[in-house]
C-alpha cells in the first residue's frame, strides 16, 4: 500500500511508503491518506495519529514531480488544489496529528508535515520547500504555514532561497518541537502520542479547533491566492526548465519568464 497502517495502542501510525521515489506524494498516496484519515476518524480507540515515512532517507521529498512536469497551470492548479484538501483536512482533523520527521521534508513533503499539529524531527532531518529550483513556488500552504509557525523571514529565507535547512535549525527556528536521535524518533512520537491520549478527547479536539483559530487571520483566502501564483508558474519557461534540470540531474538555467 502507498501509505500502511499501524495501530500501537491508542496511536495510529500512517506510514508513507513510496521509499523508492523518497515517498514522493503521488495522487494515490494522498487518496490512501485520506482513506487511512477515514478509518482512523471513525475509531474512538484511536485517539492520536502519527505520520511519517517509510526507508532510512525520507519523510517525503515532495509532490510527485513526474506529475507536474508537463502540467499546463490548469493541470498545476487542480492538483496544488488536490493537496490543499489532503493538508487542510489534517489541519482540522478532530484527532491530534504529530508529524515524525525522519529525513528530508521537502515540498509537499514539508508543506504536510507543517499541516500537523506538533512536529517531531530525527538527527537526520532535512526541512526545505526547494520550489523555486523547479521554476515554481510552494503550492500546498507552505507559504502560509511555514511564515505562521516560524516566523516570515526565516519562511522567506527558505523559500527565496529553495535550501535546505538542517534539524538543530529547524528547532531554533520552532519549526519542530523537539529533536531525537534517528533510531528513537517513533518511539518518541508513539510516546507523546499515548500521553496525550490519556488526556479528554473532546477538549483535546476542541483546544485544537481554538488554537487553530489562533492564527487563522484569513487564512483560506490567502490559500486560495497561494492556489492562483502557483498555477501561473506553470505559464513561464522557466518551470520547463527547472523542472527538465531536476530529471536531468543538472543545474537549471533561468531566464527569468
Ligand atoms: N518527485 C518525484 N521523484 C522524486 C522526487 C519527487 N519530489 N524526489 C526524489 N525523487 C526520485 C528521484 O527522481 C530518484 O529517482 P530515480 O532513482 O528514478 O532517479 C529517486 O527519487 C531518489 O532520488 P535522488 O537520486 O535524487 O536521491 P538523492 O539522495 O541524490 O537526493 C534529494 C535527494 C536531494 C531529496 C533529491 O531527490 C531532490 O532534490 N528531490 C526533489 C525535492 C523537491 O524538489 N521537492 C519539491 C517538489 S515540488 C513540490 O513538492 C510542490 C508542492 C506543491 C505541489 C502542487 C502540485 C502541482
Known amino acids: 500500500m502507498p501509505v500502511e497502517l499501524e495501530r500501537r495502542g491508542p496511536v495510529a501510525i500512517a506510514t508513507l511508503n513510496r521509499p523508492e521515489v523518497l515517498n514522493a506524494l503521488s495522487l494515490e498516496m494522498l487518496d490512501e491518506l485520506d482513506t487511512l484519515l477515514d478509518t482512523i476518524e471513525r475509531d474512538p480507540t484511536l485517539r492520536v495519529v502519527v505520520i511519517t515515512g517509510a526507508g532510512e532517507k525520507a519523510f517525503s521529498a515532495g509532490a510527485d514531480i513526474r506529475h507536474m512536469r508537463e502540467a499546463s497551470a490548469l493541470e498545476a492548479r487542480a492538483y496544488a488544489q488536490r493537496g490543499h484538501q489532503t493538508t ?18 521537502l515540498g509537499g513533503g514539508c508543506e504536510l508535515a507543517l499541516a500537523c499539529d506538533i512536529r517531531l524531527a530525527s538527527e537526520t ?32 529565507e527558505l523559500i527565496f532561497t529553495g535550501r ?94
Open 88 to 105: 487542510s483536512r489534517i489541519e482540522s482533523f478532530p484527532k491530534p496529528v504529530l508529524a515524525a520527521v525522519n529525513g528530508y521534508a
Open 125 to 156: 532531518a532535512r526541512f526545505g520547500l526547494p520550489e523555486v529550483n523547479l521554476g515554481i513556488l510552494p503550492g500546498w500552504g507552505g507559504t502560509q504555514r511555514l511564515a505562521r509557525t516560524t516566523s516570515s523571514g526565516f519562511a522567506k
Open 164 to 257: 535546505m535547512c538542517p534539524a538543530d535549525e529547524a528547532l531554533r527556528h520552532g519549526l519542530v518541537n523537539h529533536v531525537h536521535a534517528h533510531a528513537e524518533l517513533l518511539d518518541r512520537a508513539v510516546a507523546l502520542g499515548e500521553e496525550i491520549a490519556t488526556k479528554p478527547a473532546w477538549s483535546i479536539s476542541a483546544a485544537k479547533e481554538v488554537v487553530n483559530l489562533a492564527l487563522d487571520g484569513d487564512l483560506r483566502g490567502h490559500l486560495a491566492r497561494e492556489l492562483d501564483a502557483f498555477a501561473l508558474a506553470f505559464t513561464t519557461d522557466d518551470q520547463r526548465e527547472g523542472m527538465a534540470a531536476f530529471f536531468e540531474k543538472r543545474p537549471p538555467k533561468f531566464a527569468g519568464h
